[in-house]
Nanobody
């Protein structure tokens, strides 16, 4: 059974950094585009970043561009989200997602989801 498991969330002060990981199992996700989404309390789930199956193409939400970096290691079936210069407004549950083939920024296009990891940024 396919499974995505996030880790690396936690509490950090504003200006700090965290690195999220998403380990995939149950199938090889090397031909899947991967993404990160987040959902803050009372808000809709929003796109954060995505990476193509090869890792050659990435895209980011404007709110995180220049601060977050998405990457993947297909040999380890794992993707990462390096988050720097964190702000209180980055506080949310962060979800890892996967979809076949092409990169996408819409949550509805993703077929596989992790359970989420909490990121809290204090001011």
């Amino acid at each position: 059974q396919e499974q995505l498991v996030e880790s690396g969330g936690g509490l950090v002060q504003a200006g700090g950094s965290l690195r999220l990981s998403c380990a995939a199992s149950g199938r090889t996700f090397s031909r899947y585009a991967m993404g990160w989404f987040r959902q803050a309390p009372g808000k809709e789930r929003e796109f954060v970043a995505a990476i193509s199956w090869s890792g050659g193409s990435t895209t980011y939400a404007d709110s995180v561009k220049g601060r977050f970096t998405i990457s993947r290691d297909n040999a380890k079936n794992t993707q990462y989200l390096q988050m720097n210069s964190l702000k209180p407004e980055d506080t949310a549950v962060y979800y890892c997602a996967a979809k076949w083939n092409f990169i996408a920024t819409t949550a509805g296009e993703y077929n596989y989801w992790g359970q989420g990891t909490q990121v809290t940024v204090s001011s």
